[in-house]
Nanobody, 125 residues
Framework: QVQLVESGGGLVQAGGSLGLSCAAS????????MGWFRQAPGKEREFVAA????????DYADFVKGRFTISRDNAKNTVYLRMDDLKSEDTAVYYC??????????????????WGRGTQVTVSS
């Protein structure tokens, strides 16, 4: 079992930046990858970014490439998401996720085993 707690959400103006953190605890030795997903009002939860826990390889959704950066600190069992050039359409609840599976694309929502409760990111125009 892995517990995940997100932090860093808030209100930011369009074009601004925000950083999110996700701290993992519990059976963290079993983690294969961690990722960020988001869900806007009235929309399905969607993939944002993910990182391999072992080699640091990353994946990004097309709509955030060049703007968001995912990183990790293995010693602290923490994953980060730096968000730059934020747009109003980035407004959503951002969820941290972790998985033990290794044979599936890291962008696949259903491959993840554990989820945080989310942190709200609101981008004003």
């Amino acid at each position: 079992q892995v517990q995940l707690v997100e932090s860093g959400g808030g209100l930011v103006q369009a074009g601004g930046s925000l950083g999110l953190s996700c701290a993992a605890s519990g059976r963290t030795f079993s983690m294969n990858a961690m990722g960020w997903f988001r869900q806007a009002p009235g929309k399905e939860r969607e993939f944002v970014a993910a990182i391999s826990w072992s080699d640091g390889n990353t994946d990004y959704a097309d709509f955030v490439k060049g703007r968001f950066t995912i990183s990790r600190d293995n010693a602290k069992n923490t994953v980060y998401l730096r968000m730059d050039d934020l747009k109003s359409e980035d407004t959503a609840v951002y969820y941290c996720a972790a998985r033990e599976r290794i044979y599936y694309p890291r962008s696949w929502l259903r491959s993840y085993d554990f989820w945080g409760r989310g942190t709200q990111v609101t981008v004003s125009s």
